[in-house]
């Protein structure tokens, strides 16, 4: 099945039920495949052709979807971007990825995208000579307003080498009919932090991620004009991509809104009769909060919840106490997200542990000893081993780190630590390496490291995770280099200009040397002990 066969049994299956609920606006599925039909002629008119990249830097908006669905009828492939990504990070993905397009909204929530993507347009490349952006042809400015002029578009013109269009002006074309998309196309990479600065880029096919829905939609039970999902991580990455595909193939109407809080989720909820929503510990904490009256949220019949910090590790307690059933999830970009889901059935205990049990019938599961490579008894923890149907076709532009995770008998190496129970059930217990789970994204501590190095007082930096109120936050060490002097407050100023704000540290602490072991392998920085003087660095002088 292409993507377009996808979104045209959606139709086809249930034409009156919604496809989604935008701001409490219905949006029926005829009208999300003619958008994507009509945006695909538009693209296509630019020169977009089978195998080209196009950037998606959109919030949570029908125009994603419509875009991704574009895509896939061209045979194109939609690059996800982070709309909380800096210019560096944004020229990055783009650069890399050889984007030929982007879209975004330059006016949404006063955010100056323009003046970030003409930044990230005048940035140099690693090595001097061709500009990290140079092959993007086109900028398409999405904006809600219907006013003749260009709008938000206006403000993009700034850009070099790349043509302005605006979003509406590509649906003026007839919706092209035909489709160049095929079961085995790639059309959609995530980024994902690794054990460098620069972000893996996790590539889907069509088939994958199609079947990968269908499989969801099956197991939670969607059915039209039954079910609704509300949409609580954002489409940018694969756990809010999934949810909205799952409820896609089921027939669900998926609600959505460019920007939730806690209080307007429990709203959104009511208003639209909710049975299922999927999110952050964070976001299922303040929606917990927000929501009077016993049961807390009576129309959801159970929620997934994703478990990052351990300042929610009760939250599955808190939510049985309000009547609210949780379930444990796990999912990463190479499987997608979903993968794995509790048993809403299950005793609290069981069914709120990370992990659950593989989604697909043809899934399985085992923990590989990292050390002797042996497949370990189940309740032995190693290293996840998986065999799924919805793991990636690779990593994008980079063969080495495909083969590096997939072996030749076709198990996709996770890097989590964990146990299994039999070969279709397993517990999650923890990232076997360093990566950090910060505003609900993976993030490489190399990505605020290389930020910090790039300040002239920095000689060397490492990063680690400390639990604070807000919840988990980037913590940093700096060694200053010889003559210089090291302000934390211009520090923090260096980083909140060029990476994202949740990557931004809490505290940059100086030290004059990173606490080590020498080992035969080499001298190994050591972690812990860094976790241990951030602690006490906190509980001496909190943060934020």
Not at 201 to 223: I, M, N, P, W
């Amino acid at each position: 099945m292409t993507l377009t066969a996808f979104l045209d049994a959606r139709v086809g299956r249930a034409p009156d039920e919604p496809a989604l609920i935008d701001r409490d606006r219905p949006v029926a599925p005829a009208a999300l495949a003619e958008e994507a039909a009509r945006l695909a002629a538009g693209l296509r008119a630019l020169g977009v052709r089978p195998g080209d990249r196009v950037a998606v830097w959109l919030p949570d908006v029908p125009a994603w979807l419509a875009t991704f669905f574009a895509c896939a009828r061209l045979g194109a492939i939609a690059v996800a971007v982070n709309t909380r990504f800096r210019a560096a990070e944004v020229a990055d993905v783009v650069g890399r990825a050889g984007c030929r397009a982007i879209v975004c909204w330059p006016g949404f929530r006063g955010i100056d995208f323009a003046s970030i993507l003409a930044e990230a347009g005048r940035l140099p490349s690693a090595d001097g000579e061709r500009a990290p952006m140079a092959g993007l042809a086109h900028v398409i400015a999405y904006d809600e307003d219907e006013g003749p002029h260009d709008g938000p578009a206006a403000a993009l013109g700034g850009l070099r080498d790349a043509q302005v269009v605006r979003y509406r002006n590509l649906l003026t074309h007839a919706p092209r009919a035909d489709d160049h998309g095929a079961a085995e196309a790639g059309c959609v990479i995530f980024t994902t932090s690794g054990t460098t600065s620069r972000p893996k880029f996790v590539l889907h096919d069509q088939r994958t991620v199609a079947r990968h829905a269908r499989e969801v939609a099956a197991h939670v039970g969607y059915r039209p004009g039954d079910t609704r999902s509300l949409l609580l991580a954002p489409l940018c990455g694969v756990f809010g991509f999934t949810n909205a595909m799952a409820a896609l193939a089921g027939g669900c109407a998926l609600v959505t809104h460019p920007a939730l809080d806690g209080a307007a989720a429990v709203n959104a909820c009511g208003r639209h009769r909710v049975t299922h929503a999927w999110g952050s510990d964070e976001m299922l904490a303040r929606m917990l909060d927000a929501a009077p009256g016993m049961p807390a949220l009576p129309t959801v019949r159970f929620a997934g919840w994703a478990a990052f910090s351990p300042q929610h590790a009760d939250l599955p307690q808190r939510a049985a106490a309000r009547g609210l059933t949780l379930v444990g999830l796990y999912g990463m970009s190479e499987v997608q997200a979903l993968c794995a889901i509790g048993d809403p059935a299950g005793p609290l205990p069981d069914r709120a542990l990370p992990g659950g049990a593989l989604i697909s019938p043809e899934g399985r599961v085992r923990a590989r000893d990292p050390a002797s490579g042996a497949v370990l008894p189940h309740g032995q923890a190693g290293e996840l081993e998986l065999q799924v149907p919805s793991r990636m076709a690779g990593y994008f532009g980079n063969a080495a780190a495909t083969r590096a995770t997939i072996g030749d008998d076709g198990w996709l190496r996770t890097g989590d630590l964990g146990h299994t129970l039999d070969e279709r059930r397993f517990v999650f217990l923890a990232r076997m390496g360093d990566t950090l789970r910060l505003g609900g994204f993976l993030t490489s501590p190399a990505d605020i490291e290389d930020t910090l190095l790039a300040h002239p007082a920095v000689a060397a930096a490492q990063v680690v995770g400390v639990d604070t109120p807000a919840g988990t936050r980037a913590f940093a060490f700096v060694i200053a280099r010889a003559g210089a002097a090291v302000r934390e407050a211009d520090l923090l100023a260096h980083c909140a200009a060029r990476i994202a704000r949740y990557k931004v540290p809490v505290r940059v602490v100086e030290v004059d040397a990173f606490p080590v072991t020498p080992g035969s392998n080499g001298t190994k920085i050591q972690k812990a002990k860094l976790r241990d003087m951030a602690r006490a660095a906190m509980e001496r002088r909190p943060g934020p």
